[in-house]
């Protein structure tokens, strides 16, 4: 792989081994995804043999394409890493620290394939984060009572989240509080980075009602 996505990658806090690994089973999930029969209603052997085939031909390059995707993370975190070592007002401090809770809420080893196909909104965040420091290094830093409540509003939900085996029989209920993990991130951008632009029209009462109540 080039040089400078060796070096992205690296930025990131994975071992080497762990982040290929990673790599290779989303690669795999993907593609079972994207098959053009149901993965999981083959039952004999050619087609098996098809599907293999078809895997093996298109799984190096499918690696390298995510990696790709990835590396692009790594420079937005190298970024970011470089700007939280700078010089900050004793004002800001607050607003740096944090910063930092939530960059290790969406960088940490394995949140890649916690992550999958979220990779292109998470380049989005930490572009949101970028803006924010720079804006904290010059004494900005309106937003941060919203973040608060937010943040409120979403330790409740963590919660169930965390104790998922109590929804197991609410699927929807679990879609729900994952979205709303993702719906905090998109008023962080909007609150934050605004110019970015946000995925879905986002408020913290929205937020509110989609945590408090988990259900469709």
Same mark, same amino acid.
């Given at each position: 792989w080039p040089a400078h996505l060796a070096l992205n990658l690296a930025a990131l806090p994975y071992e080497k081994a762990a982040l290929l690994a990673d790599l290779q089973l989303v690669a795999t999930w993907r593609y079972l995804a994207q098959a053009k029969v149901d993965t999981w209603t083959v039952r004999d052997s050619s087609t098996l043999q098809q599907l293999a085939e078809e895997f093996r031909d298109r799984f190096e390059d499918e690696?390298?394409?995510?990696?790709?995707?990835?590396?692009?993370?790594?420079?937005?975190?190298r970024e970011v890493s470089a700007a939280l070592s700078g010089h900050?007002?004793?004002?800001?401090?607050?607003?740096?620290t944090r910063v930092r809770s939530q960059l290790s809420q969406?960088?940490?080893?394995?949140?890649?394939?916690?992550?999958?196909?979220? =990779?292109?909104d998470l380049g989005r965040y930490l572009q949101a984060i970028a803006t924010r420091l720079q804006k904290a290094s010059q004494g900005q830093n309106s937003g941060s009572h919203q973040e608060e409540q937010a943040l409120a509003i979403w330790e409740g939900a963590r919660e169930k989240l965390e104790n998922r085996e109590n929804l197991a029989a609410d699927p929807a209920a679990i879609a729900s509080?994952?979205?709303?993990?993702?719906? @905090?991130?998109?008023?962080?951008?909007s609150?934050?980075?605004?110019?970015?632009g946000t995925r879905?029209? =986002?408020? @913290?009462q929205r937020l509110s009602k989609l945590l408090k109540d988990p259900t469709p």
């Open positions: 690696v390298y394409a995510l990696a790709r995707e990835i590396g692009e993370v790594g420079a937005s975190y900050f007002p004793l004002s800001a401090l607050g607003e740096v969406l960088i940490y080893p394995g949140f890649f394939w916690d992550l999958c196909e979220g =990779v292109e509080l994952i979205h709303g993990r993702w719906l @905090l991130e998109e008023l962080r951008v609150l934050f980075a605004q110019p970015l879905e029209r =986002v408020s @913290l």
